[in-house]
Every structure is written in C-alpha cells, then in structure tokens.
C-alpha cells in the first residue's frame, strides 16, 4: 500500500474524541488482552502504546481506500519468481494493517523470539514457518476472516488495473484461488501476520528514540 502522510494520520487521530478513546481502551482489554499487554511492555510506556493502536487503526482506515502499492504492483508485473507463488503475490498487493493489529504482530514476535537459536538454518527455517502459522491460526477471529474475504473482494472489483495488465491477472487468479482453498485462505493471513513484524521493529526503534 502506498505510504500515507504523517498530517493525514494526526489529523484523523485529531477526531477521535475522548469517547470513542475510551471505548476502544475497553475493548483491547476485553478481545486482545494478552496482545496488548506484550505491546505495553514493549514500549514501557502505556499512553505511547495507545496512540500506536489508535494510529494502526488510523492508518488502516485510510490505506483500505486506496488502490494496492504501485510497487507491489510493479514487482508482481515484473518479476516471474514473484507471480509464481500466487498467495506471496496478493499478500504483496493487501496492507497487513488492513488485517492484523500492532497488538497481535507482538503476540506472533514474541512467540518467534522463543525458537531455540541453536538450530541450524534449516530446521530454524521450518519451525518459524510453522510458530508463525499457529500465531495466525490461534490470533484468527470470525471477525478476521470476514475481514480477509471483504479486502480480497475489495481487490478484485478492483481488477484489472490497466497500467498493470499482467499483474492484474495474478492477482485476479489468486483472488479466485481464495474464495475456493482454505489452505490458501490461512497461508495468506500467516503473510500478511509476517509482514506486521516490521511494524512491530518499527515501534521498537521509535520506543528506543523516545527514550
């Protein structure tokens, strides 16, 4: 997705009220309460952690707008090694914040971060690949997988985009690839979970800065 401005977000935020701060405090504890915890002690600081939640959702409103990333889409029209794995393909052109919370990327760090170091790069490899999968699969609500299905939908009303063409097929067959095979529906939601780490290093450099 493409990259949204700094003022948009501090405007957005500007319109939460108190209100609706509060309401969305009661419902991290009550939905995501040990997520939200990891994500706390984390940043040591809870007043920072809530406007990193607050600005997630921000950002998650405002990206779901927007058509996928320009370069997503130009790996995917340029790269075959990328178009030949069809579910890497869409989870490049779906925003994992229009997915999955701050919150639950810490949850599935943490639980990366206790693989045993001492394994070599082989079986490293395949039991962060699995840890990962079951992070995704223990983290997935109904509410996750309703939202899953509504961004590909969204997506693929939005094919085929014409400066795009060959990207715009993949993804169109991946979309249908989606709507037909459930192992493809949960390797796609254990991406996009991947990609939340970034974000998760992210709140770590800016909690390190802020220190």
Not at 128 to 139: E, F, I, N, Q
Not at 155 to 169: D, G, N, T, Y
């Amino acid at each position: 997705m493409g990259e949204i401005a700094e003022p948009e977000i501090d405007d957005a935020l500007a319109l939460i009220d108190q209100g609706e701060r509060r309401r969305i405090e009661r419902r991290r504890g009550r939905e995501c309460a040990a997520a939200w915890a990891l994500l706390a002690a984390g940043l040591d600081d809870e007043e920072l952690a809530t406007e990193f939640l607050l600005a997630g959702g921000v950002v998650a409103v405002l990206g779901e707008r927007r058509l996928p990333d320009p370069d997503a889409l130009e790996l995917i029209e340029e790269e075959p090694d990328v178009r030949a794995d069809p579910c890497e393909s869409l989870a490049f052109a779906i925003d994992e914040c229009d997915l999955w919370s701050i919150a639950e990327g810490f949850e599935a760090d943490g639980r990366l971060a206790a693989i045993p170091d001492e394994l070599d790069d082989d079986a490293y490899d395949a039991r962060w690949h699995d840890v990962l999968a079951a992070a995704a699969a223990d983290l997935e609500t109904r509410w996750h997988r309703d939202r899953l299905e509504l961004l590909v939908g969204r997506l693929r009303e939005r094919l085929p985009i014409e400066s795009h063409p060959v990207a715009s097929a993949v993804l169109a067959d991946a979309c249908e690839r989606f709507r037909s095979d459930t192992v493809f529906r949960r390797r796609l939601a254990a991406l996009l979970l991947s990609d939340m780490l970034d974000h998760v290093r992210d709140v770590h450099v800016r909690a390190s800065l802020a220190a």
